[in-house]
């Protein structure tokens, strides 16, 4: 149907088409589902999401967000073609799934690609998620779901033996472990000339207190597109910037979005969206780092097995070599979450400080020790991986790293509004709840707030005296500060006893 | 948070904010997701679905659509404080049900309840209908659903010994029985002077080519409050109004609207859905048409036969006496499909003309001896209904129905612009699927505009020579004639062998 526009002067972030009441019944379309527009006469079109607005009389326009208007390069009332986009045929595989069938790679290629375009709402894609939660993905449907993820999205490829990686499934607190990780093997590299590189790119917080890309952020750019990444690798051999911004799998993005909904984390989802975008960025050697234990994503160790061989089988026929890590999941790694205190960690610790968290230290020498691993015989890997971080080779290479990506190392302070969290009596630390941690520091200001955040001055069974000090809570104004105090008494997420 | 508020001078149909993407990450909502808004120092507050706007700076404003300025009775740049909707704890209900437990009444209830108050997304109750769908529903769950859904609306009481009422569970096209059963049933009940009325609301078209209230729109007001409607039935024993005004099972219109997206009907959201609004209105004697066949909601008869039981079985339980009538649903029903069409139809019923559609007009007085048979002997309800057909008092109950309704019987002739559907060889109506009809007939402009459609020149089983009309399609505008006559042709819906 042929109607004018009007503009409604928003970048709302997707593009959104406001129908009055008549034409969306006419058009038979309801809020949140899809419609094409096309200017009249012409060829190029987008598929927008519909509102609907209540005018009463038959109108012979609809409002338009900046999206659809800078894309179609309209002007007011210019004519515009507006029809229900067509049910994607992914809606029917959705179904089937949902009635216990399996889907072929071309099912779900369908699928990612209506989620890339737009094509879906969030509800048919929480039908979808549905689907996989209950029903599951045999071994074959997990190979499809991953290659179907890449083939909607970008490849890079990197032209060396070795494309180093490493990843986290997340879940605890602190445990900012990828720029020590990352600094060491770009160094390590160096030091041996060995031909492999490290491009990690990061994500943003999703629904914990930072993501590597926050903390870096701090100090340098974060977001390149994919011939600057590459010039930024082939000079440092590594790198630390987002993944959001290089369109490798893009269907993941939109997913994760719906999952966290329902705090929905299918196994079969997790496995893709992880594989997906190491593959993307053609890793060919990779370690997966599972924490486990009460509050984190994994909470028992056969679980955690469990998901250590699906990723191990999945990553083998995809020519990625993946070594998976379970490891101590029970309590936040390092003493700060939140960006800043996080990096002020990740600092003391490249610098080899004596007052640097030995946790995060241990770990990093740990995961760094078992990447390099894969490549070389342990003992060597062990050897350089101690020698780059005595000499201050690591820290060297962070500097590099930060200076390539166009930032510099400063001077960091978390916010002066703090206020100190003190025993209410003398005993000792029995339970510090990953969970709940990352919910106050989110209630603090994190991640947006890069100054705000927890500092931990003790870990699980240590002993605190009354009145001693055991956290401290930084927020960047006091209205906040308040509420994250008043949240963290009524949580209680560090239990002493 | 404080932010100052701004209008986007539009009415959206629901609670509208468009944040601001620092202010999105900082109160950590996505697009889709909800939030609490009030003005600052004051109490009342609104739930507003989210949208994000990519101003890049820090903004100290967000966008509100005229339903939040209305509500909170706000000027530009008044102070508003916006929160997260706290995640209402529905979703963890939802997430029980998904992993395949039962769910008891005081769970429901929060389920509706939050559905009702705009408190979860239309992601969320995808989710809700999933476990709907994949796990089932026990028959104390189906009780629990309709109590649950009865109890967040309105309830209305009529003070009569009868309450009576009719219900097909769609999907046949035409099918325009209930004007007819309920102008039948109205003049009995003032024949016979029984202590009964039979106040009947209706949809209008959800999926399908007319709704009743799409229908009888066409002569009078469908748009009533509560006391309208009483004071109506008071005075002429029944009404045909519209039901989605009056807040009887308000949280049924969302779910469907969600459900219709993968065109899932979970059984126990059916009967929920139906039976729900039923006892809202105070119904105690109901008839339930399930009609099955090729094409329609049901396909096979076994089917049919299981929805009827837990029909009986629920309704058993509110006191709701309820006998299911399980019909022919292979082909359309009158001649006539859309608004207009089908009211011509219904008249040549009511006025018993020569030219009235038998299947129509036999399928009306089989439902209303049905019905009336629930509270009379059945021959007596036989031949009451024969005697107000015979006599035109059928048609005058309708005509006070109408007038009552602020309304007036009218002329009516479908659309001057039609084209007349031939047939390209001799033959035999060996199939007419109701979905391409009604599919069809949405597409030539139903049910908006009322005056296109389709009418049928014959049914299954009829012969037709060469070149003769079997079918003619009306619509309102050349374009859409055109368009509708292409999808004729291509959909096929009338087979002839």
Redo the contacts between chains.
Sequence with gaps: MLVKIRG?G?????P?I?LP??IA??L?V????RIVVNKYGEKKQIVAVV?????EERADFV?ASDEIINYLNLKENDVVEINPAQKPLS?LY??EK?DGKSLNYNRLFEIMKNIVNNEL???????F???M???GMNKKEILSLVKAMVDVGQRIKFNYKYVLDKHCIGGIAGNRTTPIVVSIVVSAINELKLNAVIPKTSSRAI?SASGTADVIELFANVEFDVDEIKRIVNRVKGCLVWGGSLGVSPADDKII??E?????DPKSQLIASILSKKISIGSNRLIIDIPYGKGAKIETKNEALKLKKMFEYTSSKFGLKTKVLITDGKQPIGNGIGPCLELIDVLKVLKNSKDKPKDLYEKSIYLATELLGLIMDKSKAQKIVEKVIKEGKAFDAFKKIIKEQKGSIKELTPSSIFSEIKAEKKGKIVEIDNRKINFIA?VL?C???KFAGIYLEKHLNEEVEKDETYAIVYAETKEKLDYGVKVFKELKPIVIK
């Design positions: 409604i928003l970048l709302t972030g997707r959104i406001i009441k008549e019944k006419w038979n309801n809020v949140g589902e509102d609907i607005t209540k005018i409002y809606v959705i179904k949902l709402t969030e509800a048919e894609i929480a039908y998620i549905s689907s939660y209950i029903r629904s979005q719906v966290r909904l329902l705090n929905l989110r200001g991640p947006a707030d």
